[in-house]
């Protein structure tokens, strides 16, 4: 059985189809009465992102719901693929679910955070019967070029930071025109996502061999759009939001993706980029009153 001590979560490991021993926090509710929600992080990111957000939903005052946050591949907690071809999003769809499967789970709601909102779309065309209801955090089925490029030229890239004090230095050269308004603190929250102290250094929390997978989309070319993925989602309530200086999602592709989904609600969060991060109250409750009128 999972682990649970003083933590508001369950610890759980499972092995994927092809032998890797694979993370996922479980954020339990009371009971099942209402609809799991899975959430899939971003490209480098793991399921601590999701701590504010999974202990609301799982502890929400009036429709409770258990909340299972997992680590792709090579991220987190999870083990890393000797192969790094292997860490591209139709592998880690395939692990996403394995572990539907292994929990028997159906109809999920999913909360994709950026790369986990790809995975949300390709699930919408490949399993549509495995999810029930559909947020994408700061990601459409158009990836603007420019924020793609950003995101390569750090990912596996980034210095060693000495001290935390380096790490959140780190965060607020890459990222810091995008979250203008960030404090100290959110900072350092930033900092601790992306990296993790083992034997008294701190190291990437994921396998640096990612770059590589990244370091073969050839940015002279135009992006294949996900406009028919997208277009799948249309069978489920589905909740955008858009980070207000985002360089990934566009205002633009915004307002198509609402004139193309027939129940498709959007929400900008003010003075963040890509991805917003999911820890303010205005989000959060949001994202618990969507799952609350769509179970």
Known sequence: MPELDSKPWRDIFYESFDDLRLYARHYPAPDD???SVICLPGLTRNSSDFHTLATYLSTHPEKPRNVYCLDYRGRG???HDSNWRNYVPYIELLDTIDFLTVRGLHRVGIVGTSRGGIIAMMMARLRPTAMG????NDIGPVIETRGLARIVSYVGRMPVPKTWADAVMIMREIN???????TDGQWDSMARGVFEERKGRLVLSYDRKLSRAMGTIDLSRPVPD????FVALGQVPAFVLRGEHSDVLSP???EEMVERHPNLRAMTVSEQGHA???QEQ???????SFFAVND
């Open 133 to 136: 209801a559909v947020v994408l």
């Open 226 to 229: 996900l406009w028919p993925q």
């Open 77 to 79: 907690r999870s083990q």
């Open 33 to 35: 009465k209402f609809r």
């Open 282 to 288: 205005e989000p959060v409750e949001a994202i618990g």
């Open 276 to 278: 917003p991060v999911l």
């Open 176 to 182: 810091g025109r995008g979250f203008p308004d960030f």
């Open 252 to 254: 633009e592709t915004l």
